[in-house]
């Protein structure tokens, strides 16, 4: 059979094969506690399951969405946008995606031809690699490093690599790392992008999964022009994984094409679900502030586990992950095996996220406090 060479090389997704590893377990009546995959264990606010259901009540309900995502969730959304971060946008410099997932990967082809190489950092959250191979394109990997506190050392870049890229994938707060974006970096990477004429995107999932006395920022806030397109999820902040349902924010020509994309790909999300984002959106600061005393509460935590058990960790801020170096003697694969035989616990192996991983595995906090604190205090103490 005569198939896609640009699969070759790719696997299935990393979680599909993590499910697997945990489903089997869990049938040989084995105990897991998963904290490998950033879905969330916390409730669904009742107000986004009555927006849910209100929007089943509205006429037109069933029929096709519009392309571009229903007006009131735009407004929303630009509303989110001035209230959070003091940027003003436009109606045409927002679109809805069916999670923030499937516009990663379509603003590939909004951008690039095929052939055309894109930036994309590593460690990192894979889809931005792997949409980059199967759009066509050469995915070229920028090093994070925990001596630049995992931001994109842009001196660093070689000039032909930047020189040959039109698109850039970013992603702050960053998984797997935790780090966050400082304004200077923000600055930076703007004029950057104008300078080299590359696109940047931001992908924003974790943006308000941060410390308590730390403001969010959007890198619209230090792009006056909007030059750059900034990604934005309901999945991680409104536990709302299953409801698939995101934003991309910013320059209007990238806007345009990727709604020219995505019309010709798909029909925009169930409305119901949109309503449910609005309703999402709504909830405002109280919401935010009780969420993010949680993942606080779970993240200290584990930083202090980890540090009796002699384990070295990325001491972040931001996201509910924690990055954390393997121990000596192990190699990943190893480690994550004893952590699964020995303790039933799951974490993701760093490799994942690209060879600068190998040597690092990803604490997901998104399980109950007292599990994660009965699994992980059952470690061994490592040299
Ligand atoms: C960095 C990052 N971006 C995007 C996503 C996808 O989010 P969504 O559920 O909105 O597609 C994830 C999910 O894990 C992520 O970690």
Not at 45 to 55: A, R, V
Not at 61 to 86: R, T, V
Not at 324 to 336: A, L, R, S, V
Request: proline letters at 4%; glycine letters at 6%.
């Amino acid at each position: 059979m005569k198939i896609n060479n640009r699969l070759n090389g790719i696997g299935e997704y990393h979680f599909k094969n993590l499910d697997y590893i945990r489903e089997k377990r869990i049938s040989m009546g084995k105990k897991v506690v998963d904290l490998s995959i950033g879905d969330p264990n916390l409730l669904v606010d009742e107000s986004i399951k009555e927006g849910l259901i209100e929007g089943m009540n509205k006429k037109g309900f069933n029929k096709y969405p519009p392309y571009d995502g229903l007006e009131e969730l735009k407004l929303q959304i630009i509303k989110y946008y001035k209230d959070k971060f003091s940027v003003q946008l436009e109606e045409e410099e927002v679109v809805i995606l069916i999670g923030s997932k499937e516009g990663i990967s379509n603003v590939i082809p909004s951008v690039c031809d095929i052939g055309d190489t894109v930036l994309v950092p590593e460690p990192g959250y894979p889809v931005y690699y792997i949409a980059s191979k199967l759009w066509g394109c050469f995915p070229c990997t920028v090093p994070l490093k925990e001596e630049n506190n995992y931001l994109v050392d842009l001196d660093n870049i070689p000039e032909n690599t930047v020189s040959k890229a039109k698109l850039m994938f970013i992603n702050y707060p960053n998984n797997p790392t935790g780090a966050s974006a400082t304004e200077e970096f923000f600055e930076r990477i703007v004029k950057f992008a104008k300078e080299k004429n590359i696109i940047v995107c931001n992908d924003a999932a974790y943006c308000e999964i941060i410390e308590q006395d730390i403001k969010p920022i959007s890198i619209l806030q230090f792009d006056k022009e909007k030059t750059v397109v900034e990604f934005g999820s309901f999945s991680k902040l409104y536990n709302m994984t299953g409801f698939r349902v995101g934003y991309a924010v910013g320059n209007k020509e990238v806007i345009k094409n990727l709604i020219k994309v995505k019309s010709n790909l798909d029909s925009g999300q169930f409305m119901p679900i949109q309503y449910a984002a609005i309703n999402a959106l709504k909830l405002g600061d109280e919401y935010n502030k009780q969420l993010k005393e949680e993942y606080s509460k779970r993240r200290v935590l584990v930083k202090k586990i980890l540090q009796e058990k002699n384990i070295k960790f990325f001491d972040s801020y931001s996201t509910f992950y924690i990055w954390c170096k393997t121990p000596k003697g192990y190699t990943t694969y190893e480690f994550c095996l004893e952590l699964l035989n020995k303790h039933g616990i799951i974490v993701t192996p760093g490799d994942v996220f690209g060879t600068l991983g190998y040597d690092y595995f990803r604490i997901a906090l998104t399980q109950p406090y007292n599990i994660i604190e009965n699994s992980l205090s059952s470690l061994d103490k490592y040299e």
